[in-house]
């Protein structure tokens, strides 16, 4: 497990963060409260690629401030209708590739950060306020993956999805008030592809589509997690609904550091599937903001499986 980190110190330029109060026995170990001129890039690199995440996304991701800035206070993810070329793998897959330089040009650019490399976390509660796009196609995303693939490819080694949402906004007979308002949680894990397997739960949550900003939050104990939005439980697993091919420890895959990605997708197969299907053209940019992100532990460098149930379920 990487060492716990504690709050930048203000560099040069920056404002002061706001403080952070304790919570319930909580200790803060990590957080971005996007106070600064500038992106801190001590806490976050660029994923820059057009591979599509495997799931026939329609966006390049790129390092430009276009796609990714600080405005008052808040990280601004920006996807725009857009021709773009880039690579047509990311990174790490491209020393295994037969063409590790071959390009492709996409209709949208967004951008993709992860913590990777600079911060990750084997239990805890992660929990970020956001404000999400609406739109068909869209696809804004909180998730992590781990920082190392322990127990094979994916997803042997698992990923945690905090939250999901696709195509907020757009006509939904299922959704009340008869507009996409779905959000959803989910793990991946079992065998590489293609004997994967993944256990999830979404819920309509209204209150995704007022224009304000909401907390998502997953709690990540050795034997479950729960999800939560604004302190309402929405999703919860247990270690025996989770396994990998390759341990059967019972906390695996799930029993590693993860790191942390924000990203804003376009188009996939999950968001195109639904809704109206496809993508709308027209009415970019679309922008995914971020107010704060903020880790928290329980007893120093582990954590305690004891918590209040009632407050786990924001009871």
């Known amino acids: 497990m990487t060492p716990a980190f504690v709050i930048a110190l203000v560099l040069e330029g920056m404002h002061t963060p706001a403080a952070v109060p304790e919570q319930d026995n909580w200790t803060l170990v990590w957080s971005d409260e996007f106070d600064g001129e500038t992106l801190d890039r001590t806490k976050w690199s660029f994923d820059v690629d057009c591979w599509g995440g495997g799931n026939d996304e329609r966006q390049c991701y790129t390092d430009s401030a276009r796609n990714a800035q600080l405005e008052q206070g808040r990280l601004v993810i920006t996807a725009r209708e857009?021709?773009?070329?880039?690579?047509?793998?990311?990174?790490?897959?491209?020393?295994?590739?037969?063409?590790p330089t071959a390009e492709v040009t996409r209709e949208y650019s967004s951008a993709r950060l992860t913590t990777r490399g600079k911060a990750s976390w084997t239990y805890g509660k992660i929990e970020v306020s956001a404000r999400l796009p609406q739109g068909q196609g869209t696809w804004p995303a909180i998730w992590m993956l781990p920082e190392e693939d322990r127990y094979g490819s994916w997803a042997a080694s698992g990923e945690i999805d905090i939250l999901e949402a696709v195509n907020l906004g757009v006509a939904c007979q299922k959704c009340p008030g008869g507009r996409e308002n779905r959000i959803l949680g989910t793990l991946?894990?079992?065998?590489?592809?293609?004997?994967?397997?993944?256990?999830?739960?979404?819920?309509?949550?209204?209150e995704v589509l007022d224009g304000?900003?909401?907390?998502?939050?997953?709690?990540?104990?050795?034997?479950?997690?729960?999800?939560?939005?604004?302190?309402?439980?929405?999703?919860?697993?247990?270690?025996?609904?989770?396994?990998?091919?390759?341990?059967?420890?019972?906390?695996?895959?799930?029993?590693?550091?993860?790191?942390?990605?924000?990203?804003?997708?376009?188009?996939?197969?999950?968001?195109?599937?639904?809704?109206?299907?496809?993508?709308?053209?027209g009415g970019y940019p679309k922008r995914m903001e971020v107010d704060w992100v903020r880790v928290w532990q329980k007893g120093g460098p582990g954590i305690s499986p004891a918590i209040d149930q009632a407050a786990e379920r924001g009871e």
Do not use: C
């Open 188 to 206: 991946h894990f079992g065998g590489a592809w293609p004997n994967n397997q993944h256990k999830g739960e979404e819920m309509a949550f209204s």
């Open 212 to 281: 304000a900003f909401h907390t998502y939050t997953l709690i990540w104990y050795p034997e479950r997690m729960i999800w939560q939005v604004d302190g309402r439980t929405f999703a919860e697993r247990s270690a025996d609904e989770w396994s990998t091919s390759a341990s059967s420890a019972p906390a695996a895959p799930f029993d590693q550091p993860f790191h942390l990605i924000l990203n804003l997708a376009i188009g996939g197969r999950l968001a195109e599937s639904r809704g109206l299907g496809g993508v709308q053209r």
């Open 82 to 99: 857009e021709t773009v070329k880039g690579a047509a793998l990311p990174a790490r897959m491209r020393a295994e590739s037969s063409s």
